[in-house]
């Protein structure tokens, strides 16, 4: 059985960095085709992708926010950590993270509970 | 903006079919998956790939694909599925993947 969960941060001050913990079970993340992806969703407003890491270790990130973002693994901890830096109030969101199997699937079949993150002084 | 663009709004009466429609160029080229989202939870995945259905998604939901355009079918919709609906497609041009601006669908 796959789950996932974030921890992280609820209340972050504006230009601060937050980093954000995915802890997971049931999946290796050495896998070929398996990844690990984090998306946010504003309150009341739709879903985006920030950043998407492979077992082999390639990663993604949505171009506008690429250089704020670093998405890192600890395979034998069975944790994806994602940082993002500068934070903005526009940054208040909650944070899912979710399993990716891109070979057959491409799609985020497992998803977090989510954490919301409240930017705010 | 959304870089896929889906209906902001539909409605459906209950037991009829409803079609939810998501557009872009990465459609021509990829399958787009489809999540259902209640207030206050995670997405749920409901369909992906050419149409295909997660386990314990029941058959109502179907999915298909033509040109630069993706619909998910609810063919009885029930009360239980009144919630948001996302599509995701991947992307050729650096984004990790593309996302619909989701489609709020109500059950009359």
């Not at chain 1, 996932?4 to 601060?16: A, D, Y």
């Amino acid at each position: 059985q796959i789950t996932l969960k974030e921890s992280g941060p609820t209340l972050v001050k504006p230009t601060q960095t937050l980093t954000l913990t995915c802890t997971f079970s049931g999946f290796s993340l050495s896998t070929s085709g398996v990844a690990v992806g984090w998306i946010r969703q504003p309150p009341g407003k739709a879903l985006e992708c920030l950043a998407l890491i492979y077992g082999n270790d390639a990663k993604v990130y949505r171009s506008s926010l690429k250089s704020r973002l670093s998405i890192t693994k600890d395979t034998s901890k069975n944790l994806v950590a994602l940082t993002m830096t500068i934070l903005d109030p526009g940054d208040t969101a909650t944070y899912y993270c979710a399993h990716v199997e891109m070979t057959t699937k491409a799609a985020f079949d497992y998803w977090g509970q989510g954490t919301l993150v409240t930017v705010s002084s | 903006s959304s870089e896929l663009t889906q209906d902001p709004a539909v409605s459906v009466a209950l037991g009829q079919t409803v079609r939810i429609t998501c557009q872009g160029d990465s459609l021509r080229s990829y399958y787009a998956s489809w999540y259902q989202q209640k207030p206050g939870q995670a997405p749920i995945l409901v369909i992906y790939g050419q149409n295909t259905r997660p386990s314990g998604i029941p058959d109502r939901f179907s999915g298909s694909s033509s040109g630069n355009t993706a619909s998910l079918t609810i063919t009885g919709a029930q009360a239980e599925d009144e919630a948001d609906y996302y599509c995701i497609s991947r992307d050729n041009s650096g984004n990790p993947v593309l996302f619909g601006g989701g489609t709020k669908l109500t059950v009359l």
